[in-house]
């Protein structure tokens, strides 16, 4: 899942896109409005971390401008705890709405959540057959059994299992998958794709030619 995060504070940002990264997450990062805004609006996130208090335009603005023309889910972050502050968030735009000083957990946790009702999935668990992702732990089963992925083998799989009965393109993938600064090669996605067909059986994954990938 690709993340953007727009935060002005140099030891905020760049401590909580390491603790994103570690959690698999690909991360694009921007430190004022006009920038975020900027990304936002021209590239595909599966949600945005947008701090209030920016240089340019200010979390609000940011979200006024944005909206009209995108729907990526929105956690605002703020150290305005008045509950005024959290009304104009949410009417602006914003999903969801985090104070300052806040716990990891639960800003990874709301993430998750944003992420998933993005994509129509309400709970942390996802069943397809035999197959079990458990989006909260980050863990796959297959008939009971944890079965070890690597990080972009998850990444990959979670997010077409987030979009099962649809045919996912490689473009669309590259864009959630990979953040701004990832040279990939062109064949990444398919060695994932081999990778995980191996140790999840030959058909979890369906090749549509000249199309993509899908999982039903």
Known sequence: MRVLLVEDDPHLIRSLAATLREENYAVDEAQDGEDGLFKAQTENYDAIILDVMLPHLNGWQVLERLRPARKTPVLMLTARDAVRDRIKGLDTGA???????????ELLARLRALIRRAAGQTHSIIEISELTLDTAARTVRLSGQEVALTAREYALLEYLALHRGQVVSRTTLYEHLFD?????????????????????????????????????
């Open 95 to 105: 999903d969801d709405y985090l104070t300052k000083p806040f716990d990891i957990d």
């Open 180 to 216: 701004e600064d990832d040279s990939s090669l062109s064949n990444l996605l398919d060695v994932h794709v081999s990778n995980l067909r191996k140790k999840l059986g030959p058909d979890i994954i369906t090749t549509r030619r000249g199309h993509g990938y899908s999982m039903t």
